[in-house]
């Protein structure tokens, strides 16, 4: 699998509502969506193909909201890493 995909993928999901999750196989790097705009085949497609996307070598990208990458964390890592009088500033 090449960066490049996982990012593609993650880059995919995470820019739009209308693709609620994008898939890719670990062995291969084939990426699908629910929508034709990336990879070979839709996820339906693949399925009617007899493609097991459901099985262990396909893993679900997630998207920006999944991976939690907001305020939350930022204060998260500044509480970690500055001190008191630093964070309260």
């Not at 969506?33 to 996820?43: F, P, S």
Request: proline share 3%; net charge negative.
């Amino acid at each position: 699998m090449k960066f490049n995909d996982v990012e593609m993928a993650y880059n995919t999901t995470s820019s739009s509502e209308d693709i609620p999750y994008v898939i890719i196989n670990k062995q291969t790097g084939q990426v699908l969506c629910d929508h034709d705009l990336v990879g070979e085949y839709e996820v339906e497609e693949a399925r009617d193909k007899g493609i097991d996307v459901d099985g262990p070598d396909w893993i679900n990208i997630p998207d920006k909201n999944d991976l939690d990458l907001g305020k939350r964390l930022v204060f998260s890592f500044a509480a970690e890493h500055l001190s008191d009088e630093d964070f309260d500033r």
